[in-house]
C-alpha cells in the first residue's frame, strides 16, 4: 500500500474569475511535515481553502488525489470526515453554540463516518478534558461559546484543541502561528508535535521563520506567483528570512528568460 497521503498535479484554481492557483505540484507522505512559505498573494490561503472544498474556489485543472481518491469529487464535509483538517488563520466566534457542544458534534460525526461507536455527553468531557493537556487550555473554556471572547492565542489553542479530538490524516495549518506571542507560540506548536505520528501527515502555510523553530519541518517549499517554485530543508526557510524573497524575483525571472 501506497504511504502517500496527498498527492498534488498541475492544479489551477480561480478566485472571481481571476487565477490564482498556476499549476501547483505536491506530494506529502505519511509521517512528513511539509511547510509552504511565500508573499502575501502568492497563492498559499487559496492553497489551503481548494484542498478543503471552500466554495468560492474554482478547480480549473489538474488533479488532487488523497489516499489514493479523487479528492475533488468530494464535498467538503466529506473531505473533513475523511481526516482532512483546516485550522483556520481567522477561527469564527459563534455565539450561543458552547465550545463543549461543537467539539462532540464533530468528534461524533467522526466517530461515526469511522464506523465507531459515538458518545455521550459524560463519557465525553472525559476524552476532551484528557485532550486538553495537549494545548495547555483551562477547561472553563469548555463552557463557553465557540471562540467568543477568546484570544487570539486562545482561539488557536482551541483550533488544535479540534485537531486533536479529529485525529486527522492531513492537518493543513493556515498561518497558525499569526498573531501569536511567543509562548502561545510554543504552545500550539507544542500541541502539533505531540499530535505528530508516522501515519499522519501535516501542511503549515506560514510567513515566518519562527513557526519552524518549533516545530520542524522534513521540507519546506515556497510559493510564488501560484506555483511551488523552490523547495529545500529548513535551511531554506532561514535563507528567506535573511534574504526576504526579493531574491526570488530573480531567480524567476532568470528561469522565464
Known amino acids: 500500500m501506497s504511504d502517500t497521503i496527498l498527492s498534488v498535479k498541475n492544479l489551477t484554481a480561480n478566485v472571481d474569475g481571476t487565477p ?3 499549476g501547483v505540484n ?3 507522505k505519511a509521517g512528513e511535515i511539509h511547510a509552504i512559505m511565500g508573499r502575501n498573494g502568492s497563492g498559499k490561503s487559496t ?3 481548494v484542498l478543503t472544498g471552500h466554495p468560492d474556489y474554482e478547480v480549473t485543472g489538474g488533479e488532487v488525489i488523497y489516499l489514493g481518491e ?3 469529487e468530494k464535498e467538503p464535509h466529506e473531505r ?3 481526516g482532512i483538517f483546516l485550522a483556520f488563520q481567522y477561527p469564527l466566534e459563534i455565539p450561543g453554540v458552547s465550545n463543549l457542544d461543537f467539539l462532540r458534534v464533530a468528534y461524533n460525526a467522526r466517530q461515526k463516518h469511522l464506523g465507531k461507536e459515538e458518545v455521550d455527553s459524560f463519557d465525553f468531557e472525559e476524552i476532551v478534558e484528557e485532550k486538553l493537556g495537549v494545548v495547555q487550555m483551562n477547561p472553563s473554556f469548555l463552557g463557553r461559546s465557540l471562540n467568543e471572547g477568546f484570544s487570539g492565542g486562545e482561539k488557536k489553542r482551541n483550533e488544535i484543541l479540534q485537531m486533536a479530538l ?4 492531513l492537518g ?3 498561518e497558525i502561528d499569526s498573531g501569536l506571542d511567543i ?3 510554543k504552545i500550539v506548536a507544542g500541541g502539533v508535535n505531540q499530535l505528530t505520528t508516522p501515519d499522519n501527515a501535516f501542511l503549515l502555510i506560514t510567513h515566518y521563520q519562527r513557526l519552524l523553530d518549533y516545530i520542524q519541518p522534513h521540507y519546506v517549499h515556497v510559493m510564488y506567483d501560484g506555483r511551488i517554485v523552490k523547495t529545500g530543508g529548513k535551511e531554506l526557510a532561514l535563507e528567506l528570512e535573511q534574504k526576504g524573497y526579493d531574491f526570488l524575483d530573480q531567480q524567476v525571472l532568470a528561469e522565464v528568460g
Open 172 to 174: 493543513i495549518l493556515d
Open 80 to 82: 473533513s470526515l475523511g
Open 26 to 28: 505536491l506530494e506529502i
Open 70 to 72: 479523487n479528492l475533488l
Open 47 to 49: 492553497f489551503s481553502k
Open 183 to 185: 509562548d502561545a507560540l
Open 20 to 22: 490564482i492557483l498556476k
Open 166 to 169: 479529529l485525529d486527522p490524516t
